[in-house]
């Protein structure tokens, strides 16, 4: 069974970083030819896709967020990573990690504020 956790900071101030590790047990991140998602939720409103990272190591960005999103990974510790540079409040959200689209982690919830 294939278990994602994520974590981070749960507050983040306007124009920094938003980081968050997802750490993935009972399957590799590098095992073909699985992809590894975040996606969020604002509050009110519905899913939104960020990104995503494949078993290769390969990365793809949602148009609207490109400019902004960065996903790594580290294959020694079965993590991959999502950083979001220059939030706003409009940022505010619950992410979650999913191994598309089998497993979910629990999500965590991301505030956005000064």
């Known amino acids: 069974q294939v278990q994602l956790q994520e974590s981070g900071p749960g507050l983040v101030k306007p124009s920094q970083t938003l980081s968050l590790t997802c750490t993935v047990s009972g399957g590799s991140i590098t095992t073909s030819a699985y992809y590894w998602t975040w996606i969020r939720q604002p509050p009110g409103k519905g899913l939104e896709w960020i990104g995503y990272?494949?078993?290769?190591?390969?990365?793809y960005y949602s148009p609207s967020l490109k400019s902004r999103t960065s996903i790594s990974r580290d294959t020694t510790k079965n993590q991959f990573t999502l950083q979001l540079s220059s939030v706003t409040p409009e940022d505010t959200a619950v992410y979650y990690c999913?191994?598309?689209?089998?497993?979910w982690g629990q999500g965590t919830q991301v505030t956005v504020s000064s």
């Open positions: 990272i494949d078993y290769m190591g390969s990365t």
């Open positions: 999913a191994r598309v689209w089998e497993y």
